[in-house]
């Protein structure tokens, strides 16, 4: 029987909404329209059907923002923006469909849960303001249920935003609401000590939890955006390097807490990029990840990892909308057949860890 894909990890935004994102500019890679019409696109060989011939179907996506333009404070701008994703989530998934936004009546089903941003540095007060303000977006309880965590990028921030009291109390308050919080760093770009500083911050939002149905859940994106531009010769030659041998190590420490997960997401725009017009090897993209997936396989175990497309963002550097999500689906294929993972513990990574992690009503 085919198993279910819950894409844990993809980014919706209408042309008309581009101006609000903060990373937005006239010709980049990503302006232009990205919604349910062009996901379908991109996964259109990707049956939704359980009955497929394929050994994998698409159930659903998880939705995480975009990064608007935000700040923690209220005053001005500072929430609006994020707040009108939420309303246009609402509309996806009641399937009111608005010229212009990309998505129709029938794609309603596709969305089983949604991650917002939300101002987690300013605290319990800050958070409990801005989640109620949400609630009143999503109008009905159908919706209101899929909105399941929050993130609020830190791989851009100033070093320390991440354990000032403010944030710690934040995340200790989404763990006593039952909402998850996605973290987004970046080792590459945003050096080691991001991840010094994430996993301080996970030792710190357990500190005086006592009761395991309170502990906070860090849903961490992407392998924390490892270094895969390393010279590769061998996987020695990785294995070896300092900066693998750090990344290792914090990944273990991360690890530790057991309602701590890991998306199998992100890699093509850590890679080299790929070309639209040659079909990449796809075995040799599984041996360079090797070293670095089964570190994420051996200490998460697979029971804590999750499948995600970081869609439209994987067309960057895997090839384009209309070959980056396939690639990214057989390489993870390839890399769940390596490891020898019994038919249960890859339906898991499909999608029932997501099910499981962001507490999906199904």
């Not at 399937?95 to 794609?107: L, R, S």
């Not at 308050?173 to 080792?187: H, I, M, R, Y």
Request: with cysteine.
């Amino acid at each position: 029987m085919a198993i279910p894909i819950v894409d844990s990890h993809i980014h919706l935004f209408p042309g008309s909404h581009l101006p609000a994102l903060a990373w937005y500019g006239p010709g980049g890679p990503l302006s232009s329209q990205h919604c349910v019409a062009e996901y379908r696109d991109a996964t259109s060989s990707a049956s939704t059907s359980p009955g497929t011939a394929q050994s994998t179907y698409l159930w659903g996506f998880v939705f995480v923002e975009t990064d608007r333009i935000s700040s923690v404070e209220e005053s001005g701008k500072g929430w609006s923006h994020a707040l009108d994703e939420v309303s246009l989530l609402t509309r996806v998934i009641t399937g009111e469909a608005v010229p212009g936004e990309g998505h129709q009546k029938e794609d309603c089903h596709l969305c089983l849960a949604f991650v917002p941003w939300a101002p987690v540095p300013g605290g319990p007060v800050a958070l409990e303001k801005y989640i109620a303000l949400a609630r009143e977006r999503t109008q009905t309880e159908e919706v209101w249920k899929k909105l399941r965590g929050v993130r609020y990028l830190v791989q851009d921030k100033p070093a320390g935003v991440m354990v000032q009291p403010d944030f710690i109390a934040g995340l200790k308050w989404l763990g006593e609401q039952g909402l998850t919080f996605d973290l987004g760093v970046d080792a590459r770009q945003g050096g080691l000590a991001q991840l010094r500083e994430a996993n301080e911050m996970i030792r710190k939002a357990h500190d005086g939890v006592t009761d395991e149905k309170f502990k906070p859940v860090v849903i961490i994106n992407h392998l924390c955006k490892p270094n895969l531009r390393l010279p590769y010769a061998s996987q020695v030659s990785i294995t070896t390097h300092p900066d693998f041998l750090e990344w290792s190590s914090l990944i273990t420490a991360m690890a530790q807490y057991p309602n701590t997960y890991m998306k199998l997401s992100g890699a093509f725009s850590e890679f080299p990029p790929l070309s639209s017009d040659t079909e990449p090897n796809i075995p040799e993209l599984v041996e360079q990840l090797r070293p670095w997936t089964d570190i994420v396989f051996d200490t998460f175990g697979p029971q804590r990892v999750l499948f995600g497309s970081d869609w439209p963002v994987c067309n960057v550097g895997g090839g384009g909308n209309p070959v980056a999500w396939q690639r990214w689906r057989r390489v993870v294929e390839s890399i769940l057949e390596r490891r020898g993972l019994r038919e249960e513990e890859k339906r898991g990574v499909w999608g029932q860890v997501a099910v499981r992690a962001y507490g999906i009503d199904i």
